[in-house]
């Protein structure tokens, strides 16, 4: 929906374009699940965001990504002719038992549309908040000897261009796409246990038209003989994750996207004990490309 209030009519794609119609339609594919009463239950969707035809268009899996490890998606939600301004989202969930409001909906939340600075095609601008993320174009293997590693100046540069202080919290903050030269997304790993994140702040309080770099300590290493790139995600606590590590690379040309993330209601108990307001939302950083030689 856009912020007008007029409703994007969506299709559904796979080899061809099927009719629009979820009453009639019988052919998607479709998941059961159980929920239990008064427990949270949350599903992601992977969505993609490209041009073709010189036209914006999103498209969104019509099942959740867990499922994307034992059934490939056929078909997909799209949405063409976007633009660079801001939508609402919804998804609603079809159920096999009847319901007193009709449909069962998540609320509507904001899709913000953004274009990279005209000046820095690594930084975009959101409510005054500029966002700009640093990797070098070009990562060296190091030899394969015992302990050998090339560091990687892998991190965002966050830059409060408001009146205000505003709080950025680092705690399970990032989230890592890397994708290979033929257009697929790496799987990765991640630790099993990791004490937590050191001397490092667990947030930064960035003062008007002052900045403030997260470093993501990246870093590429050989690992039982694979070549891997590991990037922090910010996890804390002894159960957490760590690092995502990105196995069995090769020589080539990468692309790799941060996204920093803080949920609305994590922020709200936060911003209940403190008089700072906490940055809130998802940002995903333009993809960045470089080089493994």
Known sequence: MTSDGQIIQGHLVANEVITNNLENNHSTQSISCKFIPNCRTTFTFTARLFWQDNSLHLKITTIPDYVLNFVNPYYFWQFDAL???????????????????????????????????????????????????????????????????????????????????????????????????????????????????????????????ESAFFDLEGMLSWYWGQLELAVSNKARGLTDCGFYYFP????????????????????????????????TGWVAMPFVEFRIV
């Open 83 to 209: 633009e660079a301004e801001t939508y609402q989202l919804r998804f609603i969930l079809n159920t096999e038992v009847q319901i007193s409001s009709g449909i069962l909906a998540t609320p509507w939340v904001n899709l913000r549309l953004v274009q990279t600075l005209s000046s820095d095609s690594t930084a975009i601008e959101v409510d005054g908040v500029l966002f700009k993320i640093e990797m070098p174009s070009v990562l060296v293997i190091p030899s394969r000897l015992f302990r050998t590693k090339t560091n990687v100046k892998l991190g965002i540069h966050v830059t409060n261009q408001t009146s205000i202080s505003i709080k950025f919290n680092q705690s399970h903050s990032i989230h890592v796409t890397l994708i290979n030269e033929d257009g697929k997304e790496i799987n990765w790993l991640s630790d099993m246990i990791r004490p937590g994140l050191g001397k490092e702040p667990q947030y930064y309080l960035v003062q008007p038209e």
């Open 248 to 279: 069995n690379l090769k020589r080539g040309v990468y692309q790799m996207q941060v996204t920093y993330r803080r949920p609305v209601s994590r922020a709200r108990r936060q911003e209940e004990q403190v008089l700072e307001k906490i940055w």
